[in-house]
């Protein structure tokens, strides 16, 4: 966990389908109940599918 969030998965940005992959991953966490997101990470070039810890 780093400043509050948890990272669930990792998606290169250059893939030819863009955000498309680390959406339908985040949409699946959602459908099973995490509140799961999209962010983009730019010093790595990366899509992100994070959890934010809502305790804070």
């Known amino acids: 966990m780093v ?10 940005a250059g893939g ?7 959406e339908e991953f985040a949409q699946a966490r959602r459908l099973e109940g995490q509140h799961a997101e999209v962010v983009m990470d730019l010093t790595s070039d990366a899509f ?4 934010r810890d ?3």
């Not at 990272?7 to 290169?12: T, Y």
């Not at 030819?16 to 680390?22: H, L, T």
């Not at 992100?48 to 959890?51: A, K, M, R, S």
């Open 3 to 12: 400043n509050g969030r948890t990272v669930l998965e990792r998606f290169p």
């Open 16 to 22: 030819p389908r863009g955000s498309w992959p680390a």
């Open 48 to 51: 992100l599918v994070i959890v």
């Open 54 to 56: 809502l305790t804070e």
